[in-house]
């Protein structure tokens, strides 16, 4: 028989105290719960790769490969074209590349005057529904339903109400407050342009009022009530309070509103149909021209990857600029001063 001697009471001491000497059997248990989470996430990590990433890399793909309709039925025979979809793409001087530059321009020249309206109302519409008044919830609400219908049920209604004929907008403009000498037309010619602005900023404003109002609870009202004292009017509050605290909000809402806008599809394919104006040709509706009505791929791939590109560089120097900071007198950021 054998026995077992004790441990001393020195060692039972150095066993309790040891932070290192972790209990048996708990390790496992520690881990399970670390691991869950990934775990569950698992899945939808999946579900994003098959959707986003392996088109994105099939896209890229197809963007050196002289893809047309006559390799569509087995795309990976189509011969490769090494970067001669991009040197299409990129030549300014041939008309694919000379239509190509002129859509950028025209997408830059919207997505500028979109983003810029969308903004400037969204905070005007935030800053005055700060103020309690009778009707205010109802104003909120009539505020958020362009955000809140269906894309396509409200660019289809706005199509209907730009027709020349018997369209809402002529009806008011020209038979009622007699403004143009004869109906114009909204949906083809340059007006087309105006119109795809109008229905942009209708459906994407409502966005940067929620985003703006979600920021303005944040900004405590002492602020407002001691600028009030010193005699600060609303002009001098908004420039020197709510601007500045509102900064980290609309250094994002900025960029989504951004990337929204330069890749919107929704809007010009459902108001113009399959064949854009040229004063509306906007690079993504272009983009799809170029690949599904001329059947060569591999040149509208190419345009896509450009385009990734470019939003890839212009969002990384605007982040990178943006966290930059605001800059003190010696060069260091405010916030460190």
């Known amino acids: 028989m054998t026995t077992t001697a004790a441990p001393s009471t020195g060692e039972r001491t150095a066993r309790k105290t040891d932070p ?47 893809l047309t309709q006559f390799y ?18 990129v030549d300014f001087d041939a008309p694919v590349g000379e239509a190509l530059l002129k859509s ?12 810029g309206l969308c903004w400037l109302l969204g905070v005007a519409a935030a800053i005055f529904m700060q103020e309690t008044f009778r009707g205010r919830g109802v104003l909120r ?9 269906p894309v396509y049920a409200a660019v289809i209604t706005w199509a209907f109400m730009f027709q020349r004929d018997n369209g809402l907008v002529n009806h008011v403009l020209h038979d009622q407050l007699g403004l143009t000498g004869s109906p114009p037309f909204w949906l083809i ?20 009022f929620l985003i703006v109002m979600a ?19 609303v002009w001098q ?57 001329t059947w060569n791929f591999g040149t509208g791939s190419a345009m896509s990857v450009l385009l990734l590109l470019f939003l890839l560089v212009v969002t990384g120097a605007y982040l990178w600029f943006t966290s930059r900071g605001p800059r003190g007198p010696r060069g260091r950021k405010a916030t460190d001063a």
């Open 189 to 208: 010619g340059d007006n087309s342009f105006v119109a795809l602005l109008v229905v942009s900023v209708w459906k994407g404003w409502p966005f940067a």
């Open 141 to 149: 609400t009539l505020f958020l339903v362009p955000y809140a219908l």
């Open 104 to 115: 950028f321009l025209t997408t830059c020249l919207f997505t500028v005057l979109s983003v």
């Open 20 to 66: 290192g000497a972790a209990p048996r059997g708990r390790r496992p248990g520690r881990l399970r719960r670390v691991g869950l989470p990934y775990l569950l996430l698992l899945p939808a990590l999946l579900l994003e790769l098959l959707v986003h990433l392996v088109p994105m890399v099939i896209g890229i793909v197809v963007s050196f490969k002289e």
């Open 72 to 89: 569509i039925r087995d795309w990976s025979t189509a011969p490769w074209a090494g970067l001669d979809n991009y040197s299409l793409a």
């Open 215 to 233: 920021g303005l609870q944040n900004i405590p009202k002492d602020l407002y009530e001691a600028a009030a004292l010193d005699g600060a009017g």
């Open 237 to 293: 509050q908004v420039r020197r309070i709510t601007l500045p605290a509102l900064r980290p909000v609309n250094q994002v809402l900025v960029l989504v509103l951004f990337l929204w806008t330069f890749n919107d599809f929704n809007t010009p394919f459902v108001l113009f149909g399959k064949a854009a104006p040229e004063a509306a040709d906007l690079i993504s509706i272009h983009i799809y021209q170029s690949s599904f009505q």
